[in-house]
């Protein structure tokens, strides 16, 4: 186990390494160069600011320098916000962008695994069809088309729900976004776990426990959920990654000061300390999102533990 | 007495009775067909207006007799923007899907046929890769790609010129060639991410087939191992390259349309379905037909890929039994 663990980190620790050498190259080849604003920067200014960033070293020179800095936590300067550290700006906007991933992550789970569950049980049955149905329809239906058009109707028509914003302890301002950025996860969820379900329920224990008269809830919840949602388990890190990078276009949307607008300016701006800042914390994130997901199987599934 | 004979049926067509079985899958190849249909053919024939003429009376007008799917803020014709966008969309995700697909089977493919520490180092870079927040990655790639658009077009113009032309004539040829080209740092990008399922798919096939006994033979005859892995291995995992392929255009044409949609996709006058979602989101209250028109139809055409896709895997699935 605690092998496993250290392996698993140690490939986290690559990737994140591989991350930062393609970000920095790309960052390095960004059109127009890391100081591009409306207004022309006097010469001297120009090359304050080459020297401060380091700009003038040989490449290699940067990179260590780069990646050591980043190592220690320390991101750089922002050169759109005029010089306020990257630091502070995720300080600022990380824990909105977090928020808004979790608590949507955590509807997916709650409404995709039961989901998923029922259909299983009732497979071919009418109910069945209608959560196969929805789950197909949240999956073709973007969230930049539902974001809108829910903004537009529950909050500006009808004024149920404030159509944009965010404020950290008001639950009512998170429902919107919440719905839209989780209900394709719920339908993924929900897809898996009810074809994983279907896969064990196949199994001849399942007959031998109802040959013996053991009622349809107790199979499915004491003998056959642990089995059925490693699928779900699995794609647990991909869904995690997609929530993260999904919450660009949410926070677009909703108008909520996360991250997502500082990457977008970021990359119009090519800033260039704000993208890596950013890009390194996300692909944190999935590292980490991975190696939970991972465990979950473990934890699922004692014959993968007995793999490794 | 008459003696029955039951022909034997291969895998494949096995593969297509079921396919033929599954309704939603058949309503999703007819609709899907349909939508493609349309969007290739209706732009050169005069049903469809110019999509870019803009008309200052006409504006925001709901669907009529004139404008079938009514008219944006500049009085452009809704009806002919869905088509001419669904073109462009649909370009997009067959080209991302084409680059994908190629990267993902090649590679795939070497690493399961060559085998032991190459293929461990081979599938550990797709693991590393897998790991990575894709939008983000795919966001800077385009943006680093976009610089070289103006090179490429160049390239491309000087192709299609003789070098005594006109500059009028170059400038006509520049302005058919240029909507292209500003188009291939996405697809080059999102192509060039999106490979790892498929390379992971097709190297357990190779695997599976490398050990059967007519690979055994090739190599006996004195095949060189090119020829053995393309001519004989390869087209025998088909099957699996075509579904998973099916699988990802859905994924690419969503992909594709949330950069537009976050303004660093394509730019205007290319406009895909993601750039005219965008658009109607803004109009939403004042003209809500200018979202609802694009959105329906980019829905459909993800309904039916999807459709199209599990069907697919359904049919070609050795679990499922002969009926």
């Given at each position: 186990m605690f092998q496993k663990l250290f392996h698993r980190l140690l490939q986290g620790i690559v990737v994140l390494i591989v991350l930062f050498t393609i970000t920095f190259f790309l960052c390095?080849?960004?059109?127009?160069?890391?100081?591009?604003?409306?207004?022309?920067?006097?010469?001297?200014?120009?090359?304050?600011?080459?020297?401060?960033?380091?700009?003038?070293?040989?490449?290699?020179?940067?990179?260590f320098m780069r990646l050591g800095n980043l190592m220690r936590g320390d991101a750089g300067l922002s050169t759109r916000l005029s010089g306020r550290p990257v630091n502070d700006v995720i300080a600022q906007s990380f824990p909105v962008s977090f928020q808004l991933g979790c608590i949507s992550m955590l509807l997916a789970l709650v409404v995709g695994i039961p989901a998923g569950v029922i259909a299983a049980w009732k497979k071919n049955m009418s109910i069945d069809f209608i959560v196969m149905t929805l789950a197909m329809l949240g999956l073709c239906l973007p969230s930049f088309v539902v974001g809108p058009i829910l903004a537009e109707m529950v909050g500006r028509r009808w004024k149920l729900l404030p159509a944009m914003g965010w404020e950290p302890t008001n639950v009512i301002t998170w429902l919107l976004p919440m719905v839209t950025l989780g209900m394709v996860y719920a339908a993924y969820l929900a897809r898996l776990t009810r074809s994983g379900m279907l896969d064990v329920l196949s199994q001849d224990f399942v007959r031998t426990a109802r040959a013996k008269g053991v009622p349809m809830h107790r199979i499915l919840i004491k003998h056959c959920l642990r089995g059925g949602l490693v699928p779900a388990a699995a794609y647990l890190g991909p869904a995690f990654a997609g929530i993260i990078s999904g919450s660009?276009?949410?926070?677009?949307?909703?108008?909520?000061?996360?991250?997502?607008?500082?990457?977008?300016?970021?990359?119009?701006?090519?800033?260039?300390?704000?993208?890596?800042?950013?890009?390194?914390?996300?692909?944190?994130?999935?590292?980490?999102?991975?190696?939970?997901?991972?465990?979950?199987?473990?934890w699922l599934n004692p014959r993968a533990r007995a793999q490794s | 007495m008459s003696l029955v004979i039951q022909k034997g049926t291969s895998l494949r067509a096995d593969a297509m009775q079921r396919l033929k079985k599954n309704r939603a899958a058949v309503l999703g190849l007819y609709c899907l067909g349909l939508i493609v249909l349309c969007?290739?053919?209706?732009?050169?024939?005069?049903?469809?207006?110019?999509?870019?003429a803009q008309s200052l009376v006409d504006q925001n007008l709901a669907p009529g007799a004139k404008y079938w799917f009514g008219t944006d803020n500049l009085g452009r014709d809704i009806f002919s923007r869905v088509f001419y966008g669904g073109r462009i969309s649909i370009a997009v995700a067959v080209l991302t899907t084409l680059v994908a697909a190629t990267i993902g089977v090649t590679y795939g493919a070497i690493s399961g046929y060559v085998g032991n520490k190459v293929d461990a180092v081979m599938m550990r870079v797709v693991d590393v890769l897998y790991g990575m927040p894709f939008l983000i990655v795919v966001i800077l790639f385009g943006r680093v790609l976009e610089k070289q658009t103006a090179k490429w077009s160049q390239w491309v113009v000087d192709l299609f010129t003789a070098a005594d032309a006109t500059p009028a004539k170059i400038n006509d040829v520049r302005t058919a060639v240029e909507p292209l080209v500003m188009m291939a740092p996405l697809f080059?990008?999102?192509?060039?991410?999106?490979?790892?399922?498929?390379?992971?798919?097709?190297?357990?096939?190779?695997?599976?087939?490398?050990?059967?006994?007519?690979?055994?033979?090739?190599?006996?005859?004195?095949?060189?191992?090119?020829?053995?892995?393309?001519?004989?291995?390869?087209?025998?995992?088909?099957?699996?390259?075509?579904?998973?392929?099916?699988?990802?255009?859905?994924?690419?044409?969503?992909?594709?349309?949330?950069?537009?949609?976050?303004g660093l996709g394509l730019k205007p006058p290319n406009s895909s379905w993601g750039v005219l979602i965008q658009g109607g989101a803004d109009l939403m209250l004042t003209n809500p037909w200018s979202l609802v028109f694009p959105s329906v139809f980019f829905s459909l055409t993800l309904l039916s890929l999807n459709f199209i896709g599990d069907g697919l895997r359904d049919a070609f699935d050795p679990k499922s039994s002969k009926d």
């Open positions: 390095r080849a960004l059109p127009g160069g890391p100081f591009v604003s409306e207004k022309a920067l006097p010469e001297h200014v120009k090359a304050l600011m080459m020297e401060r960033d380091g700009y003038n070293k040989p490449v290699y020179e940067q990179y660009l276009v949410i926070e677009l949307v909703f108008q909520i000061p996360g991250l997502g607008r500082h990457f977008v300016k970021a990359i119009e701006t090519n800033d260039v300390n704000v993208i890596m800042g950013i890009v390194l914390l996300y692909g944190g994130l999935v590292v980490l999102g991975n190696i939970l997901s991972d465990f979950l199987i473990l | 969007c290739l053919v209706l732009p050169f024939t005069p049903i469809l207006k110019d999509p870019n080059i990008a999102i192509g060039a991410l999106s490979w790892l399922t498929i390379s992971r798919i097709v190297r357990a096939q190779v695997l599976s087939v490398k050990k059967l006994e007519f690979v055994e033979a090739a190599r006996s005859l004195g095949l060189s191992h090119t020829k053995i892995l393309f001519r004989h291995i390869l087209p025998n995992c088909v099957g699996p390259i075509i579904i998973y392929t099916t699988l990802t255009i859905p994924g690419i044409m969503l992909f594709e349309a949330v950069l537009s949609f976050l």
